[in-house]
């Protein structure tokens, strides 16, 4: 005997869930209970989980059946029958963090099937412990499986923390449409020595060998394996590290829309200067949205006039000279709407767009000085 109710998913409107509840019965569980069943309904839930304004809700009961599958080794069994069920894959690096293993159990469940992928914490108040050997040996594992991704989200506390460039962003990648790499803080800053820290060299070392165990088929970069991202947020290190090595596909990206750019600070000691952040940002042919969140990258000397024909700026948590900078260089004549939050306008800074948004600004800001 079974009691069924439905309950409504505030989640996404068009997500469902059928919630089964069983009493004891001598009945043998020869199907998936309703409850979970996998609708298409899911992939268009996980993508939307990709956008940092609206995070995902790990109490969800979207997501109840993989916290019962995770618990109860009888379900974990049932579900091992239904590959769909394992095509959304939870991996979590704060403690008890997800064991390699089980991971890896849950990227062989899920067999052939295009996945959805987050690597992510589950409180607010996160451990950092072991947050950065967790994520690497999570983006090792990724690797074979990268092919299969439409989506990737991976949610650090500590910008250290994501070094994957060189690991993961050089392997086939054809169904990946949007990927966040994002993190809360920023602790480690550029330096020329960069290539010299301890996890580079461990990548180095075992970078060729890792890339013939784990990766077979064509050639990267042929037949149409780059990914055609629609949807990209990614820290600063990753974003440079992208421009100095064109073994990865971050920056060929031609179909790009939306590019979110957080965490980059750029010291003096380093080549990298703003020139060098608009080329990497005119890569992007298609790019129609920017979003810079606490970036901060030094103009050495009298950079040439660059052109981005985005349409929507937002400009968060940076400071003034950056954006005095910024806008003196950059040259914007198709944006329709420039968005400031949590940072001071310099009087310098002529404002000449149809839409203009301010957010958090200083109470003692002149707008009258400033848009003319």
Not at 4 to 30: G, Y
Not at 187 to 208: F, G, R, T, V
Not at 340 to 368: F, Q
């Amino acid at each position: 005997m079974a009691k069924r109710q439905k309950l409504s998913n505030s989640w996404m409107d068009n997500l469902t869930v059928t919630q089964e509840i069983f009493f004891p019965t001598n009945q043998p569980v020869d199907v998936l209970p309703g409850w979970m069943t996998i609708n298409e309904g899911l992939a268009n839930a996980v993508i939307a989980t990709m956008n940092r304004e609206t995070p995902i809700k790990l109490n969800s009961s979207a997501l109840f059946p993989y916290s019962l599958a995770a618990v109860s080794a009888l379900w974990s069994e049932i579900l091992a029958s239904y590959p769909e069920f394992w095509t959304l894959v939870f991996f979590h690096v704060d403690w008890p963090s997800t064991p390699i293993d089980q991971a890896s159990l849950q990227l062989q469940r899920s067999q052939n099937l295009p996945i959805h992928l987050v690597i992510t914490r589950r409180d607010e108040l996160r451990s950092t412990h072991d947050e950065n050997d967790q994520i690497a040996a999570f983006v090792d594992l990724l690797r074979p499986h990268l092919s299969r991704c439409v989506s990737i989200g991976i949610d650090a506390d500590l910008n250290s923390s994501l070094l994957i460039v060189k690991r993961c962003f050089t392997t086939p990648a054809p169904k990946l449409v949007p990927m966040e790499i994002a993190c809360d803080a920023y602790d480690w800053e550029e330096s020329p020595d960069d290539e010299e820290h301890p996890e580079y060299e461990a990548i180095d070392e075992d970078e060729d060998n890792s890339d013939q165990e784990n990766l077979s088929g064509p050639e990267f970069g042929h037949n149409g394996l780059f990914p055609n991202l629609r949807r990209l947020v990614i820290d600063g290190r990753n974003f440079r590290q992208a421009g100095r090595r064109r073994d990865n596909w971050v920056l060929d990206q031609w179909t790009l829309k939306q590019l979110t750019i957080t965490h980059f600070q750029t010291s003096d000691l380093l080549t990298y200067d703003l020139s060098d952040f608009f080329h990497d940002l005119s890569t992007f042919l298609g790019l129609e949205s920017l979003k810079l969140h606490q970036v901060y990258v030094l103009s050495l000397g009298r950079p040439d006039n660059q052109y981005l024909h985005i349409k929507y700026l937002h400009l968060e948590s940076v400071q003034d000279i950056f954006i005095q900078e910024f806008w003196k260089v950059g040259r914007f004549k198709q944006l329709l709407t420039l968005r400031i939050t949590r940072s001071r306008i310099p009087l310098a800074i002529y404002l000449n767009v149809p839409s203009l948004i301010l957010e958090d600004i200083p109470a003692d800001l002149k707008l009258v000085e400033v848009v003319r």
